[in-house]
């Protein structure tokens, strides 16, 4: 079993920038994948970022392509994301992801262990 803890969530203006950690439980889960997905109320989860195993090959979603970054040290079980020029859209529980494999998926089927997220909420 593989626990995921995220942190450095909080409440920004628009413009301002954040940067989101999550740590698994461990050590093995520096050989998967890891993804950050996120769920605004009223909306399904989406998939945001992801990384391999190795801290290359970012994925991103179209939304945050430019703003945000996906970080992580060669084999590494922690992952982070920067967020920059956040936007009121932005708004959302942000959800740090394991995936089965060793590579990153914008598909949230392919991650099999989820933190418990943590709130972003961008003010206009």
């Known amino acids: 079993q593989v626990q995921l803890v995220e942190s450095g969530g909080g409440l920004v203006q628009t413009g301002d920038s954040l940067r989101l950690s999550c740590t698994a439980s461990?050590?093995?889960?520096?050989?998967?994948?890891m993804g950050w997905f996120r769920q605004a109320p009223g909306k399904e989860r989406e998939f945001v970022a992801a990384?391999?195993?190795?801290?290359?090959?970012?994925l991103y979603s179209d939304a945050v392509k430019g703003r945000f970054t996906i970080f992580r040290e060669y084999g590494q079980s922690k992952v982070d994301l920067q967020m920059n020029n956040l936007q009121p859209e932005d708004t959302a529980i942000y959800y740090c992801?394991?995936?089965?494999?060793?590579?990153?998926?914008?598909?949230?089927?392919?991650?099999?262990?989820w933190g418990q997220g943590t709130q972003v909420t961008v003010s206009s």
């Open positions: 992801a394991a995936a089965r494999s060793s590579y990153g998926s914008s598909s949230a089927s392919q991650y099999n262990y």
């Open positions: 461990r050590r093995t889960a520096s050989n998967n994948g």
């Open positions: 990384i391999n195993w190795r801290g290359g090959s970012p």
